[in-house]
């Protein structure tokens, strides 16, 4: 399966044509949702495994 980009003009499997709205302003805004999604959630478990590691330390655990 090939992964193309959508354009205003192009055409849904569907066949639908996908138009922009004019009104919508351009943000430029290129930056892939999924990548920072998944660098957020590693470093949530980071901070997560050094409170649990700083308690069990604190606590006498080992």
Known sequence: MRWTRITSTSSVTTGLTVKADPRSP??????????????????????????LIKKRRYYGRH
């Open 26 to 51: 351009a943000t430029g805004d290129t930056r892939h949702t999924a990548l920072w999604a998944a660098l957020t959630g590693l470093t949530a478990m980071g901070m997560g495994a050094a409170v």
